[in-house]
């Protein structure tokens, strides 16, 4: 297998092989424990740093980091965005919102975006802004469609419901706000991704202290699991350890968790940097929709028909705002080069 289609394959491996493999850890650990969203984000937030460390570790330099490309005050903006987006997005599962509609409801994100990006001088074309009708319509179609289920099992489980939705509806405002920052960072000091990835996880480790006490009861509760039989071969099981062989359920999703989301991003990262932002769109959109139908399969999810069409309306407003915008941008740089070639003649 030549190098070049090594590369070709390997994002769109590592996309649907680590984010729809995180889907499945993370509705294995919902089912069971659907409050420890605490604990998943930790968990993400600490691996991320970690392999970051590695990465920008410089026994040469006084702080032991390389230098950076962008001053820490500025990512000190994004790093409590971020936090915030993430830990609302987790903790929405302790409110009655099932892993599908979390998945339908965060696809609906550009509809914020345009929101957002309009009070601050972000214009959008015709395309977009009838795509985004579509996506706002099937977010609400879909919103209206579970709320019935959960009416009709009781009032409490309504309001709960109601209470995840919200929660859900912040996450998506503060990441449309936190999109303006990045790409604003982007602008003024380049695109230095990896250097943000590190330093919005790493720096980002002590905002959980006040959440310790949360964090370390869940922990405790994960190692009191019932323990997994691991399909190993019987030469490999001999060689390990009891605990290792045996390991607490929960705590074995845990680490799947984390392990997959970080294959996901990396995934992510290698796409965008070797194709269209279209063909990103395209791609995170089939991922979306595999994990739905994975999610439906695997666990025996049964959303009701207005779910369902509300889930179809997003997915097709999320591919035509995607398309449209990458026509935009495509537009924008033919121009942009055609001015440039005006000033050099």
Not at 9 to 21: K, R
């Amino acid at each position: 297998m030549s190098a070049e289609l090594i590369s070709a394959v390997a994002p769109i491996f590592l996309i649907f092989g680590g984010c729809c493999s995180n889907v499945f850890a993370l509705e294995a650990i919902i089912k069971t424990d659907p409050t420890s969203g605490h604990l998943l984000t930790f968990a993400q937030f600490l691996l991320v740093a970690f392999e970051g460390l590695l990465q920008h570790f410089d026994p040469k330099s006084p702080t032991l980091l390389k230098t950076r490309h962008v001053p820490v005050r500025r990512w000190i903006g994004q790093i409590i965005l971020f936090f915030s987006v993430s830990l609302l997005n987790n903790a929405a599962f302790g409110y009655h919102i099932s892993v599908p509609v979390h998945i339908i409801l965060r696809s609906g994100g550009s509809v914020t975006t345009m929101v957002v990006g309009y009070f601050f001088g972000k214009r959008f074309s015709r395309n977009q802004v009838y795509s985004v009708m579509l996506l706002t319509v099937g977010v609400i179609i879909a919103a209206l469609g579970d709320a019935q289920g959960k009416e009709s099992q009781s009032e409490q489980s309504l309001d709960r419901f109601i209470t995840g939705l919200a929660i859900l509806f912040v996450a998506q405002v503060l990441s449309a706000f936190m999109g303006l920052y990045v790409e604003q960072t982007y602008v003024t000091y380049g695109k230095h991704w990896r250097e943000g990835l590190f330093y919005t996880h790493f720096l980002a480790l002590p905002l959980f202290i006040p959440l310790a006490s949360n964090i370390n009861s869940h922990i405790k509760s994960y190692m009191a699991s019932p323990r997994l039989k691991l399909p190993l071969p019987s030469a490999v099981t001999a060689l390990l350890p009891w605990h290792f062989a045996h390991p607490p359920s929960r705590m074995f999703y845990l680490f799947l968790n984390v392990f997959t989301q970080y294959v996901c991003v990396r995934g992510v990262n290698l796409l965008g940097s070797s194709v269209t932002a279209l063909t990103v769109t395209i791609v995170l959109n089939i991922r979306k929709l595999a994990s739905l139908l994975l999610s439906i399969w695997l666990f025996g999810n049964r959303l009701n028909t207005g779910v369902m069409v509300g889930a179809a309306l997003v997915f097709i407003g999320g591919g035509l705002y995607g398309y449209e915008g990458a026509r935009q941008n495509q537009k924008k740089k033919a121009v942009e080069a055609k001015e440039k070639a005006k000033k050099t003649e």
